[in-house]
């Protein structure tokens, strides 16, 4: 998996105008090496690939990583560029601080490029598309549990825990973002917290919620009632699903 993504990333560079390239977000680092990491560079050039991690994940690199191992310290990152007169980073993830330290160990110029993995990435393989399908499936069944959940007296804050346990007793790595329940007036916040706002008849209800399977995430949102809705949320409800269907419709 990892060496076919890496030689996406080495047939890239040239399109980028760069001749190595510094990898550092933690998606970045599972996507190319397949290993969970919290922190990690991984250094591509045309020729040549590095993976360079401190103490903690060092031995588990050396018997999981397909690409060569080595141990963090003073001038490692500087050593693996030495020679090349472009080193390209992604510019949205990578801390000043960080950039300064890089920029002291690299002796060519440092370019900063604009979410280049996520070019990468965008074309997702067969193995990424079945990790979605399983991620949205379960998200699916999640909303489900939601429904079941629901009655008169309960809490956003019960509801959102509960699918939290369900989910991760059945196959999820995580939450994709802090599941957003929201009832009534609060319903009107996108990106709402769920609270201790107690459920009631007729009220509208905001589902906002994702989980991650496999490395990958699923997200989706669903409004509806409790009840018998209020005439003009009902209106304003199917003016917008008139527009989302001709939408969709148009695409």
Request: with cysteine.
């Amino acid at each position: 998996m990892s060496i076919n993504r890496m030689k996406k990333v080495q047939t890239t560079l040239s399109k980028w105008g760069v001749d190595a390239f510094v990898v550092t977000d933690p998606i970045d680092l599972y996507y190319l090496s397949g290993i969970k990491l919290s922190l990690g560079t991984i250094v591509v050039s045309k020729n040549k690939t590095a993976l360079i991690v401190d103490s903690r994940y060092f031995e588990k690199c050396q018997k999981e990583a397909s690409l060569p191992v080595l141990l963090a310290g003073p001038g490692v990152v500087g050593k693996e560029l030495s020679g090349y007169s472009s080193v390209g980073f992604a510019s949205e993830n990578l801390t000043y601080s960080a950039y300064l330290k890089l920029q002291a160990e690299v002796s060519g110029t440092l370019v900063a490029l604009e979410y280049p993995m996520q070019q990468i990435r965008a074309i997702k393989e067969a193995s990424e598309v079945a990790a979605l399908e399983k991620a949205i499936s379960l998200c699916y069944k999640g909303f489900d549990f939601v429904i079941s959940r629901l009655h008169e007296g309960v809490t956003e804050e019960s509801v959102a825990k509960d699918l939290q346990i369900y989910w991760l007793t059945h196959g999820a790595d995580g939450l994709s973002f802090d599941s957003i329940i929201a009832f009534g007036k609060n319903s009107s916040m996108p990106h709402y917290r769920a609270g201790s706002t107690t459920l009631k008849a007729h009220d509208i209800v905001l589902v906002d919620i994702g989980v991650v399977v496999d490395g990958y995430a699923s997200d989706m949102t669903r409004s509806f009632f409790f009840g018998k809705p209020d005439a003009r949320l009902e209106e304003i409800y199917d003016i917008v699903l008139a527009a989302q269907e001709q939408s969709i419709e148009s695409v």
